[in-house]
């Protein structure tokens, strides 16, 4: 038994060692690509499960592959893919076709490196040092693998757009498709050709490949960089287009109550003067009707006055309870159009959201202004029907038309930002909570 136990050390020996430094190259590659998982160190725990998974593909390959298969390689690539696929959708919860996208790229990149460290030492020392010879030969091979994976993934990231913003377009699944599909081919069908033991082809097709894959990572950028632009431009567009609304409807606000006001005092003269039962029964009628068109709300502010008596009267048709805890000389340091746009999409986005409740009980609204130092807090607070989805920190629109939709938040977070703010979103019990953060003197 102690024999037995001492030649499945000696055999786990190289393949234990290959899998640490993988395990640690791709982790501290999903780590640095994607913002979200430093958040979350807990899921570090998940590292002894590639570790002991590629451990064991390690030595199923050296040991239980089957040269007679008409396709030797192939169980051992699926059988890898699987396993970085789940490990990645485990420790980034991104979309699967996101984690199938970075699980290829580890496949690649496991695939190209040690084959050609394998066929240099080969060629160079007549020894495979990733596998055979003295332990201590092994190791100086084994940690220029962990060197070589570590360095390529790091050189990938510089072209590689964090793994939130990727998105699996139809370009972006062509050129991966267009890189995979010969790999996979030659690493597959090499052994059944006689053709793992040829050296040279073996560090050619492993720099062909290294190559392919800075070339994917390198356009995979470019395209996501060229389509963020766009929706940069877009999205720049909404709000001017937005913008100037209301300012048109600040003005028509403002008109509207001066005339409001005239007109009241006019009325009130008319109904104390000299005039019959009647007629002071129809003046005081329609100082009933244009009563709504009054201000509703002083808040010290006057862009900000008028955006919340105009989303007020909408939340009274609606039967919204919306309560506004807000001071407007906190945001003396906003421009007014910017008020308009914060307060505008976030209390459009709290409507929308409390008028798909049923009861009208259930529909409510509140917004705080809190003073903290030298930063101002808005909090927006709204119930809901169906509990949002977050992703990348925003909402998921759960309209059909999803590209023409999305935007009001995303304007937000970009007025927030001219002002050195931050946007944050998330659900508290049965409210959906927009959180924002305006540093004064920081406008542009």
Not at 395 to 413: C, E, F, M, Q, W
Request: proline share 4%.
């Amino acid at each position: 038994m102690t024999a037995g136990v001492s030649a499945l050390l000696r055999a786990a020996f190289s393949p234990a060692l290959i899998s640490v430094g993988q395990t640690l190259a791709m982790t501290a590659f999903l780590l640095r690509g994607d913002e979200a998982v430093r958040r979350h160190p807990g899921r570090l725990g998940l590292m002894p499960l590639l570790f002991l998974g590629g451990t064991v593909s390690q030595m199923g390959l050296r040991m239980t592959i089957d040269r007679s298969l008409p396709v030797p390689m192939l169980p051992f690539i699926l059988a890898t893919v699987l396993l970085y696929q789940a490990y990645v959708c485990l420790f980034t919860r991104r979309p699967w076709e996101v984690c199938m996208f970075v699980s290829l790229i580890f496949l690649m990149v496991d695939n190209s490196v040690w084959p050609l460290i394998s066929s240099l030492s080969r060629m160079l020392l007549g020894v495979n040092y990733l596998y055979e010879g003295d332990y201590a030969l092994r190791l100086p091979a084994i940690l220029l693998l962990w060197v070589l994976e570590y360095g390529l993934l790091r050189l990938l990231l510089r072209f590689l757009p964090p793994l939130g913003r990727i998105r699996m377009t139809g370009y972006t699944l062509t050129m991966t498709i267009a890189a995979v599909i010969p790999f996979l081919c030659i690493r597959s069908l090499s052994s059944a050709m006689q053709l793992l033991e040829n050296k040279s082809f073996q560090i050619l097709t492993a720099s062909c490949f290294l190559v392919e894959l800075v070339t994917l990572a390198r356009g995979i950028g470019v395209e996501t960089g060229e389509r963020e632009r766009l929706r940069a431009l877009e999205l720049r567009r909404v709000l001017d287009t937005q913008q100037q609304q209301f300012h048109l409807k600040m003005q028509h606000i403002d008109d509207v109550n001066r005339k409001y006001h005239d007109m009241k005092n006019i009325l009130l003269v008319l109904e104390s003067g000299a005039a019959t039962d009647d007629m002071r029964a129809g003046v005081r009628r329609l100082i009933g009707d244009i009563r709504p068109y009054e201000t509703l709300v002083e808040t010290g502010n006057g862009a900000l006055d008028i955006v919340l008596s105009d989303k007020l009267r909408v939340c009274q048709q609606e039967e919204i309870r919306c309560v506004p805890y807000v001071d407007g000389r906190m945001l003396y340091f906003v421009d007014p159009l910017d008020l308009c746009t914060i307060f505008g999409n976030a209390l459009d986005n709290a409507i929308e959201s409390c008028r798909q409740q049923e009861n009208p009980e259930n529909r409510q609204i509140s917004i705080r202004t809190v003073s903290r130092g030298t930063a101002v807090v808005l909090v927006f607070r709204n119930t809901f029907a169906m509990r949002p989805v977050l992703r990348d920190g925003l909402p998921v629109s759960t309209k059909a038309d999803r590209a023409n939709h999305g935007y009001g938040l995303r304007n937000i977070r970009y007025v927030v930002g001219r002002y050195g703010g931050e946007m944050s979103c998330r659900v508290s019990g049965e409210e959906f909570v927009l959180t924002l953060l305006l540093l004064r003197g920081q406008d542009d």
